[in-house]
């Protein structure tokens, strides 16, 4: 069955460090999503993209994150100086369209925990 | 933005009981969904609920979409000890022309005890 692959599963990073995070979608999906969650809470949403641009994003997503889809495959997330608040879970998730209908159904992967020290 | 209430935070339940949870808000939401998580993972979908009134069942599961759009409820029968996880009730928005993000509930935590 098709999935959502996330690498890492884990980093570890120092305070003001860039971390990327990589996603792989399941391959005939067209829209992208990275959530959060911190340990503990609820998941929150960061951001959504289709047709290789934002399409919302939350108000946690501000300057120091950006996305992008380097390539047909991947979809990244690059947090450019990391905070330590910044530690979380991090997942991606995709779905597919369906002649514009919402299906709501979302795919997520198994998360990258990110720890800044 | 859209909050979701959802309880209970936490339930300590016998294995072989059955289980309700539930999610508010005081928004209006064209789909719930209910995700199951364990730890270490990513949220899996459940059931995915589309019209208001709409009752559905996946095995021991069973949810209801709200016939207002603000409420919806799942219930697990006969729970197992992996039924042991957090659940998240989600709502998907209604405004078009957007990628439709998901907004979550805060998570019930679900213990079965043998």
């Known amino acids: 069955e098709p999935e959502v692959t996330q690498t890492p599963s884990h980093q570890v990073t120092q305070m003001g460090q860039e971390v990327i995070l990589r996603c792989v979608p399941i391959?005939?999906?067209?829209?992208f999503y990275w959530y959060r969650q911190i340990l503990g809470q609820k998941v929150e949403f960061l951001v959504s993209?289709?047709?290789?641009?934002?399409?919302?994003k939350s108000e946690i997503f501000d300057d120091q994150f950006s996305v992008e889809r380097p390539d047909g495959s991947n979809f990244t997330l690059k947090i450019r100086s990391t905070k330590l608040e910044d530690s979380a879970m991090y997942f991606c998730?995709?779905?597919?369209?369906?002649?514009?209908?919402?299906?709501?159904?979302?795919?997520f992967g198994e998360g990258s925990r990110l720890t800044v020290l | 933005g859209q909050q979701l209430n959802q309880s209970p935070q936490s339930m300590f339940i016998q294995e072989g009981e059955d289980v309700s949870m539930n999610c508010t808000s005081s928004?209006?939401?064209?789909?719930w969904l209910w995700y199951k998580q364990d730890p270490g993972e990513g949220p899996v979908l459940l059931i995915a609920?589309?019209?208001?009134?709409e009752l559905t069942s996946n095995g021991r599961l069973t949810a209801q979409f709200g016939i207002t759009r603000k409420d919806s409820f799942l219930n697990i029968s006969a729970s197992i000890p992996s039924d042991v996880g957090i659940y998240f009730c989600?709502?998907?928005?209604?405004?078009?022309?957007?990628?439709?993000?998901?907004?979550f509930g805060s998570g019930t935590q679900l213990t079965v005890l043998p």
């Open positions: 993209f289709y047709n290789n641009e934002i399409s919302e």
């Open positions: 391959s005939n999906h067209l829209y």
């Open positions: 998730a995709s779905r597919h369209a369906s002649g514009g209908k919402w299906t709501g159904e979302l795919f």
């Open positions: 609920l589309y019209k208001a009134g």
């Open positions: 989600a709502g998907g928005g209604i405004s078009s022309g957007s990628a439709r993000q998901l907004t």
């Open positions: 928004s209006i939401f064209n789909t």
